[in-house]
């Protein structure tokens, strides 16, 4: 019978291996340090890692003369912590064991995955793992920290990490002691597997990672607020996990914006569920995650500035005395700015961030206040007509006057916008396909159309005060900065033309919070939409 492995893995440099092996937690009671001993891990498939494909790994682990047989599955994993299916037992070689496969009941599994081709040495680790166990009220976790290698034929690459296994008890334990280890150490999110890391050795897969989009969310009008929302709060941590190392290579752009739309996603939500989710707790998240978007916003801002903004320009310009100057001081700013979204992105600021926030999203106040169960038990169907009449209310309220509004009110119009379009993408699947595209679609080209106004007068800004800046001291600087601030502008005729026909669009929407009073859509595996029963 396969047992439930639950762990929380956080990265380390190795200079820190030794400050992390000192900290309290991996003390004896005694005080002593705890004994790291070597233990090689052996993986094991066919010549074209067929088990892998299936979501299998096989291992022969050995520790001194003893050899233990593990078979994991790939299970789920969200901003470092996985929970994953795991068959383990003592052999007597170190190489896989077949009576142990059928033991366990998976050999009809690894015959339809493998074909009955042979399984191959494909790849090892070689660590040495220190581990103290932690018992408390709540439960026991295992802390094990891991120094070593994982190796592919030529090829390896470093481990090292500290993996928090729940022996037993609520998974909250193991949050609790990855958060009391980084008050004092500077630890990262974990990444891949081991396993993982073999396979990409093995098909020289290390290449930079590609920026990642959020992913569908499986709601429905029927469950309740409270699972809904743990499911969005889930979805934009792990959004903006997957994009947190784009943004410490410095290798796309890209993966700050997306960084900055899981969290914006996640702001939206916490404003939507506002009555269910309030409370000093949620204050804290809120208050990191503006913390956060204050460095990523800056990087972003400038990211669009130099991509948008100065390429216009360069065609009146170019050849200007003072132009490569301005080139180069915006090309310094934006590195600076790049490296401060870097640091904060591997800080200890940030991994206890999100590990606080995955722990709150689990068993937070919000879970527990009995004042607000009834929130927790709400319908979803409900509870998003209530918050879409809100948020399109707010929205035309606050755009009434398009077409004489100054800028900074059509950018509180556009952040409101903003707003309600990430809501309704949550809540999309509740209502009939079209409908929800087609006004997800008006929010989007307004948002964006207000936006390249925003760029225009965020970049006027930008300009200006890079000519106050040079003074005297850069004066071809100065001058083309001021030169360019006044002719940045764009087609402001066919930008203003082409707002309010955005608006006007946005305005005929129907009412979207009744959409869902309509019959609504389910999806057939084929992507086929067919009618199913009420939603209200």
């Known amino acids: ?44 498939d066919t010549e074209t890692d067929s088990l892998a494909k299936v979501g299998l790994s096989l291992r022969v682990r050995t520790i001194g003369r003893k050899h233990i047989q593990t078979v994991k599955t790939k299970g789920i994993g969200k901003a470092g912590f996985s929970a994953r299916s795991e068959w383990e037992a003592p052999t007597q070689e170190d190489t896989p064991n077949p009576e142990l496969i059928a033991e366990w009941g998976l050999a009809a599994d690894f015959t339809r995955a493998t074909g009955g081709h042979p399984l191959l040495l494909r790849f090892e680790t070689d660590v040495h793992r220190a581990t103290r166990l932690i018992t408390r009220p709540e439960g026991k976790v295992e802390i094990a920290v891991d120094h070593g290698v994982v190796r592919a034929g030529d090829k390896e690459a470093p481990i090292a990490e500290v993996e928090l296994e729940l022996k037993y008890g609520a998974a909250s334990l193991l949050h609790d002691l990855a958060l009391e280890l980084l008050e004092t150490l500077s630890l990262g999110l974990g990444g891949p597997s081991k396993a993982a890391r073999g396979y990409q050795l093995l098909e020289h897969k290390l290449e930079s990672p590609t920026p990642t989009k959020a992913r569908d969310l499986p709601l429905t009008a029927e469950m309740s607020s409270e699972i809904a929302f743990q499911t969005i709060g889930q979805s ?54 503006r913390w956060l978007m204050g460095v990523l916003g800056p990087a972003r801002d400038a990211d669009v500035f130099r991509a948008e903004v100065l390429p216009p320009l360069a065609k ?11 080139l180069a001081h915006f090309d310094s700013e934006r590195i600076t700015l790049a490296r401060d979204a870097r640091k904060a992105l591997e800080s200890r600021r940030f991994t206890a961030l999100v590990i606080a926030t995955l722990r709150w999203l689990d068993d937070g106040d919000w879970r527990r206040d009995q004042e607000r169960a009834a929130a927790r038990a ?10 879409l009449k809100r948020r399109m209310t707010k929205v035309l309220k606050r ?44 929010m989007k080209r307004v948002q964006e159309i207000l936006g390249k106004s925003n760029d225009i007068t965020v970049g006027r800004a930008k300009l200006r005060h890079a000519a106050l800046d040079a003074g005297a001291e850069a004066p071809l600087l100065a001058f083309i900065a001021g030169w360019a601030a006044g002719t940045i502008d764009g087609d402001s005729k066919a930008m203003e033309k082409e707002a309010r026909e955005a608006w006007a669009t946005l305005r005929a929407l129907p009412q979207i919070w009744k959409l869902g009073d309509r019959k609504p859509v389910n999806v057939s595996k084929t992507g086929k939409e067919k009618k199913g029963k009420s939603g209200k």
């Not at 340090?33 to 070597?38: F, H, S, Y």
């Not at 410490?248 to 269910?276: C, K, T, Y």
């Open 236 to 289: 934009c941590l792990e959004h903006l996990v997957a994009n947190s190392p784009i943004i410490i290579e410095g290798s796309d752009p890209e993966g700050v914006h997306q960084a900055r739309v899981a969290i914006r996603r996640l702001r939206s939500a916490l404003s939507a569920f506002r009555s269910m989710v309030a409370g000093a707790d949620t204050d804290h998240i809120q208050g990191e995650l």
């Open 316 to 326: 009146v310009l170019a050849l200007e005395p003072g132009w490569e100057s301005l």
């Open 1 to 44: 019978m396969a047992n439930t492995e639950t762990e929380l893995k956080l990265s380390c440099e190795p200079k820190e291996m030794q400050a992390l092996l000192s900290h309290p937690l991996l003390r004896s009671p005694s005080g002593r340090k705890p004994v790291a001993r070597r233990q090689i891990s052996r993986y094991f």
């Open 378 to 387: 709400a319908l979803l169907g409900d509870t998003a007509r209530s918050v």
């Open 399 to 442: 755009g009434a006057d398009f077409d004489n509004q100054p800028a900074e009110i059509r950018h509180a119009l556009r952040v409101t916008v903003k707003k309600l379009r990430y809501t309704l993408d949550f809540l999309a699947p509740l209502y009939p396909r079209g409908e929800a595209k087609t006004a997800l679609k008006a």
